[in-house]
């Protein structure tokens, strides 16, 4: 069954960037009446893509963690794969807005966090 949930979850964030991304991002962020963000129309698109497709990345990382609690990983092999997804996220915004945004310096030190070995329990 978490094989199935996993798969579910997993095509559920690859139609979540693409659909949104064609219909909803991109019409969004060629619009000439957003908001200014950093005194900028073209940060506050990259902001709403960037924070669009984190919520994919996430599903995706998701997915991984339920398809290692299927095969019985050990409970240290799930917190990996949670620093690379948060990695992950972090480059989204490293690259849509050039690193102007902050948020990926707080996703790849979280990231970096959960891939610090911790010693098994007594």
């Keep these: 069954m978490l094989f199935v949930a996993a798969g579910l979850v ?3 964030a690859i ?15 060629a619009r000439d009446d957003l908001p200014p963000l950093y ?9 709403l893509r960037f924070a669009w497709h984190v ?15 299927a095969v019985d990983a050990p409970p240290e092999a799930l917190a990996p794969t949670i620093g690379w997804t948060l990695i992950a996220c ?15 310096a707080v996703f790849f030190a979280a990231g970096v966090l959960c891939l610090v070995p911790f010693p098994a329990p007594a």
């Design 10 to 12: 997993a095509v559920l």
């Design 15 to 29: 139609a979540h960037s693409v659909i949104g991304e064609l219909r909803l991002i991109r019409p969004i962020a």
């Design 39 to 47: 005194g900028t129309t073209a940060f506050t698109g990259a902001t």
């Design 55 to 69: 919520t994919s990345v996430l599903a995706l990382g998701l997915a991984v963690l339920l398809t290692e609690i």
């Design 90 to 104: 972090g480059i989204l915004p490293l690259v849509y807005t050039r690193g102007r945004h902050v948020a990926w």
